[in-house]
C-alpha cells in the first residue's frame, strides 16, 4: 500500500525544522539559545520555566533563524535553519547517569510523553499511573510500525525497559493484531493485539480501551518511533532527531515513507517551490486528525497537501444539528453532542462531568470536521482542560 | 459514501435541503390526491414561515435561511385541505415563532416547529381532525426515511425503539396489521417524531425516546388496538420532544455515575 521509497536523511538535508508551541499546551519557556546563535544536534534550546528539568533540544545542527513567544511566555515557534559551514558550536550534551528519568529529561526526550489530563509534557518528578506505548499506524497510510520497527527491536526493548522504571504501574504496549514482537520479556509490559480501526488508532483510542484515566491520577502516552529514539539515546548518548512519516500529494495513488527530522519544514517536504495552489494546504497528522501547518507537528507521522476546508470565522454563530454520524465520531464513552454542547459554551463544570478530562484536542478534531457548526472544538477544549487546570480537578 | 458525509462541515442550509428532498415525494402525493386545496394550503404555509423567517433575520441581522420550507411541507402533509385560511395562517405563525425562531432559528430550540404548530391546530380549535394518512403517502415517505437515515438527519435509534414500542402496545401480530400501523405512523416518525433538532442526542436517550413517543402515541389514541389516530401521533410527538431534555440529562448522568463506579 505505501510506496517502497525509504529517501535517507539527504532528502531534506537543507529543510528547516521548528518546535511549535501548540505540541506543548500550557509550556512556558526559558530559551537557553537566543536568535542567530548556532546550535549542534541535541543541544539545549529552551526548558520549561516552571520546571527547569524538562529540557528541549535542537533536532538538527543549524541556526536559530526565528524565537517567537505565545501570550504568557508560552513558545509560539523556533525556527533552526540549517548550517554546516562555521565554528562547532556550544555544545552542552547530557553527561550519562544511571537513572533513567534523569538521562531523558536531561536529553531532551521528556516531551515526547504526552500526559493526560491537560497534555503536554508530564511533570518532571510524576509518576504515571500507566504508560501507554502506540504502535500502531494512526492512520490507513500512516508508516506501518512492523517495517519501521525493523532492524530496531534492540533500541525499542531498551526503550520499553527505560519506560518502566518510570511508572509502578503497567506499560501497555498496543499493537496491531498479527504484530510479531520480538525481544521485551518484562513482566510489567502487556501488550494488547486490537485489529486496527478507528478504536484502535490513536492515543486516546488505546488509553480508553486498555488503561482508562483513573480519577485523580495520570496516565501517559508515547509513540513508538520516540521509544526506539529514547532507546537509542539510553544505549548510545546521542540523539536521534529521525522519524519515518509519510508524505502524500494529491496526485500521487499511494503515500511515500520518509525518513525526516522532528518539525520538518512541509514547505520544503511537499510543495518543493512550486506555487502554493489555491483551495489546498499543508496539512501535518492524518486527515481526521492532522491539522493544517507549515512544519510537522511532534506527534505527527503523516504529512499531506490537502484541500483547505478551515472555514472562515464567520460573524454569527452557526446552530448545531445533532447528526447521527457525531455519536460514532468518539473512541471513548463520552456522550458527543451533550459534550458539544458544553465546549461550546465553555462549562467546564458540565464537560468534566462528561469525561472531558480523558480527551485531548486531537480526539475530539472529527467533531470539528462533522459538525454543522463550524466551532473549533479542539480550541473549546483547550479552554475548558485550562480552566479545570487552573481551578483544580473538578469533583468527578 | 457521498450522501453519509453531505453534511459533514456544512450549514444549516444545506440540512434545510436534504429535508426537503426528503418531503418532495409525500407532499407530491398529497397534492396528487386533493388536488387544488392542498396546492392551496401548501402556498399559504410557506408564505407565512418565509415571512417568519425573513422578519427575524432582518431584525437580528442574521443571513435568511429559508428553513421554513420543511415547516410548511409538513404540515401540508398532515392538516386536512379544508382547514380554514385564518387558522393555518395563526396556528403556522405561532409554531414558526415560538416553536423555533424565539430560540434563534433551526438548531437552537428544543421543539419542531411543525409538531407545535399542528398540536396548536388540534388544541386551539375543538372538533378539528387530521385526515388519516393514506397507504401511498406512507409509501412515499419511504425514500425521504432513507435519505435522512444515511445523511444521519433521521436516527435508527428512535425508529427502532418507536417501532418496538408500537408493535408491543398495538399488539400486532398479522401482516394487516402491521400495515395499517405502518400507513397510520409512517410520516409521523419520520418527519415529527425523528426530527433531530427535537429529539434526545444520547444514543441510549434515542432509543428511550422513540419508545416514548410509540407508548404516549398508544396512551392518547385511547389505549384501543385500533390503528393510531393522527392527533395521538403529534401530542405524542410533541410530548417526547419536551422530555428529550429530561431524557438525555439522566442518561449523561447515568454515564457519569457509570464512569466514577467504574473507575473506583
Redesign the interface.
Known sequence: MIRDTFADATHTAHASVALLGEDYPGVRIRADVAQDDLVAQGQILFHDAGQPAIKFVSPLRGRVSALSYGPRRTLAILVIDPDDGGPDPQVNLPKPGDDVRARLLAGGLWPAFVARPFGGPPDADARPAAIVVSAVASSPVAPDPERVLEGRWAEFEAGMDGLTTLTDGPVHLCLASGTEIEGLSTARISTHRRRPGRKWRTAGAQMARVHPLPPGAQVWTIGYQDVIAAGHFLMTGSFDPFRTITTHRPEWDIPREVRVPLGVNLDRLLWKGERVKPGWCLRSGSALHGRRAGYLGRHHEEASIARDHEQPHGSTAKPLIPLGSLDRALPFDVPAVPLMRALSIGDAEVCGKLGCLDLLEEDVAPLTAICTSGTDYGRCLRDVLDQIRMEGAPCS | MFL??A??????G??VAIQTLALLPPVAVTIWQTGEPAIGVLVVALIVVLVWDYVFAALR???FTPEGITTAAIVTVFVSPDIPLWHLIVVLSLGSVVGERVF?????GFLSPATAALALALLSLPGLVFPAQSPAVALACLPGAVLL?V??????FIVLGFLAAVMLAFGVATTPEATALFVAGAAALVFLVGE??A?A???SGRIVHGVLAGGLTWIFGGSSPSPPTTEALVFAALMASILAPLI?HL??SG??WQ??R???
Request: glycine share 20%.
Open positions: 453519509t458525509r453534511l459533514h462541515g456544512r450549514g444549516t444545506r440540512v441581522g442574521h443571513p434563534g432559528g433551526r438548531g437552537y437515515l445523511t444521519g438527519l433521521l436516527s435508527p433531530p433538532t429529539a442526542v444520547t444514543p438525555d442518561v449523561v454515564n457519569a464512569r466514577q467504574r473507575r473506583g
